[in-house]
């Protein structure tokens, strides 16, 4: 049955209340921005993939995470262009991009172009909208071909 894939998506505020801590909810839900330097992984250098809180979609491999400064997780690319959707975000006086998982739409952070190589992007990430699993390929196996930081300066 095709219930399976839309199953997680389909889950009501009440019970994703009941799942998430308030913070949690907040982000992901209500596209908060948790505090810098005071979350789980803005400092954390485990090796492995960093999943969707809400659904478990892969998002980031720790290949591509890197100290950007800010005090949020903040990585060059995502495992595959479609593990995330961005959008244009109208608020607060100015216009950024925002990033949601490719499958679920929580709010997971923005995206800037003040990056590193080879993407020369930072996906600014909350922690509050990720779930770490240890990995011993940082997520290269799962990494796909269209993930945008491996189209400049492969030609
Ligand atoms: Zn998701």
């Given at each position: 049955m095709a219930q399976e894939k839309t199953e997680k998506r389909s889950l009501s505020p009440e019970?994703?209340?009941?799942?998430?801590?308030?913070?949690?909810?907040?982000?992901?839900?209500?596209?908060?921005?948790?505090?810098?330097?005071?979350?789980?992984?803005?400092d954390f250098k485990g090796k492995g993939v960093y999943h969707c809180l809400v659904c478990g979609n892969d998002l980031f491999?720790?290949?591509?995470?890197?100290?950007?400064?800010?005090?949020?997780?903040?990585?060059?690319?995502p495992l595959t262009s479609s593990a995330v959707e961005?959008?244009?975000?109208?608020?607060?006086?100015?216009?950024?991009t925002e990033v949601v998982c490719g499958r679920c739409g929580s709010h997971l952070g923005h995206v800037f172009n003040d990056g590193?190589?080879?993407?020369?992007?930072?996906?600014?990430?909350?922690?509050?909208?990720?779930?770490?699993?240890?990995r011993d390929d940082e997520g290269r196996d799962l990494r796909g071909e269209n993930a945008r930081g491996g189209q400049k300066g492969e030609v």
């Amino acid at each position: 049955m095709a219930q399976e894939k839309t199953e997680k998506r389909s889950l009501s505020p009440e019970e994703l209340k009941q799942r998430l801590t308030s913070e949690q909810y907040h982000v992901t839900q209500e596209q908060g921005t948790e505090r810098p330097f005071a979350n789980r992984y803005w400092d954390f250098k485990g090796k492995g993939v960093y999943h969707c809180l809400v659904c478990g979609n892969d998002l980031f491999g720790s290949y591509a995470k890197y100290d950007s400064g800010t005090g949020w997780p903040s990585f060059y690319e995502p495992l595959t262009s479609s593990a995330v959707e961005e959008h244009e975000d109208r608020g607060l006086l100015m216009v950024r991009t925002e990033v949601v998982c490719g499958r679920c739409g929580s709010h997971l952070g923005h995206v800037f172009n003040d990056g590193p190589e080879p993407s020369g992007l930072r996906y600014c990430m909350n922690s509050a909208s990720l779930d770490f699993e240890e990995r011993d390929d940082e997520g290269r196996d799962l990494r796909g071909e269209n993930a945008r930081g491996g189209q400049k300066g492969e030609v």
